[in-house]
């Protein structure tokens, strides 16, 4: 490499850097997730309306239904979930908390409310004790318009009884069936679209799945997933899949519209990186899930030290990299946080890494980082 000038780093330079690092993260953690198989579905359904609506959007996605946006004044596109207005949906989670699932069940919740849908939320593992976040939840959902109920009251059997769509989040959600419904199970299975997350062993239960192939459907949020539980469940279980769709997930429009916004952008940019002592110049990288085993924050704290070895080792002028992880819980720290928090110790790089507590408020980070890395959960028996 032939000597630097002194001002070594342009815009143009710079806007190259976070591939460049993103490059070292990925040789150095060796991880070849090229698994792209083709999920059959299996089993007929019954939820006619949800899955052609999850048909159709795939086959947008795919170049293979196209609907045209007109400039002019004439109306605008249709909403694809025009169809499920006044309809009855009862929303079962496991829990209420900032972790992944129960968000994306409470942007589901806020997609139906705009459609004129009729919104129900019961949560099966509440807890007894009053909680700031679980307050802090619920009333968002109930501003918003989504009645919430106790999920093992006479109420929660009405609503499930009377609904057009039920939806189970997560597999866990599974136990929720059996322990309320009781004798009411066989008639609400038909009208249930289970959307699924996980892929860890030990979801792998009998207690949580046995009535999965009875459902109308299944939501699943990749092809590896949805493949590794089609596979799963008849050779472990000895029980078949539903008809299963496959939705990919996505950050919302109105989220990327916030952190994409030259102006917001450039006041979230300044307060964030300056809270977190990163400069301007500084390459920042960044998780944004809850910090929990499974998550991937281990295998990406791993690859960001192996690349500032690399870069130690080769003498390579890069800007200074940062890793920040948003999602972690100062108040409980897990026996995984602390695992992560006393390797960024041991490794000396306590200015590197950031821990940012969890929140809904993720735009300023959005917007704030050069590279976010997408988390993938692993495969574990």
């Known amino acids: 490499m032939g000597k630097q000038p002194s001002a070594w780093i342009t815009t143009q330079q710079k806007k190259r850097w976070p591939l460049m690092i993103l490059l070292l993260l990925s040789l150095s953690t060796l991880m070849a997730f090229l698994i792209r198989s083709t999920f059959d579905s299996c089993s007929n359904g019954s939820i006619n309306n949800v899955g052609n609506f999850i048909r159709e959007g795939q086959e947008e996605e795919k170049g293979g239904t196209h609907h045209e946006v007109n400039h002019n004044d ?27 699932g129960p968000l994306l069940l409470m942007e589901l919740a806020f997609l139906l409310r705009e459609v004129g849908a009729d919104v129900v939320w019961v949560t099966n593992q509440k807890q007894t004790e009053s909680d700031d976040i679980i307050y802090s939840l619920e009333h968002k959902m109930l501003n918003r318009g989504v009645q919430v109920f106790s999920a093992k009251g006479q109420e929660a059997i009405d609503t499930a009884l009377k609904a057009d769509l039920v939806v189970l989040n997560t597999a866990v959600a599974g136990k929720w069936l059996d322990a309320v419904l009781k004798e009411h199970v066989a008639d609400v299975l038909p009208k249930v679209l289970w959307w699924i997350h996980e892929m860890r062993g030990h979801y792998f239960k009998l207690e949580y799945v046995k ?8 939501m699943i949020d990749s092809h590896t997933t949805a493949n590794y539980w089609k596979n799963r469940t008849r050779e472990r279980l000895g029980i078949k899949m539903p008809e299963t769709y496959v939705v990919h997930l996505g950050n919302s429009k109105e989220l990327m519209e916030v952190a994409e916004n030259r102006v917001a ?5 300044e307060h964030v990186r300056e809270s977190l002592g990163v400069k301007n110049e500084d390459l920042v990288f960044a998780l944004i899930n809850s910090v929990s085993r499974g998550k991937g924050q281990d295998l990406f704290l791993r690859s960001f030290h192996e690349s500032l070895k690399l870069i130690q080792e080769r003498k390579l002028k890069v800007p200074p990299i940062h890793a920040v992880i948003v999602g972690s819980d100062m108040n409980a720290q897990t026996k995984f946080e602390t695992e992560l928090r006393n390797f960024v110790s041991q490794n000396n790089m306590q200015g590197r890494v950031h821990f940012v507590n969890k929140t809904l408020t993720v735009a300023p980070y959005l917007a704030s980082i050069d590279v976010l890395v997408q988390n993938s959960q692993v495969f574990s028996e």
């Open 74 to 100: 004439e109306a605008p596109t249709p909403n694809p979930l025009d169809f499920m207005k006044s309809k009855l949906v009862l929303l079962v989670s496991h829990e209420l908390s900032l972790s992944g």
């Open 211 to 218: 009535h999965l192939p009875l459902v109308g459907g299944a």
């Open 265 to 269: 952008k450039r006041v979230l940019c």
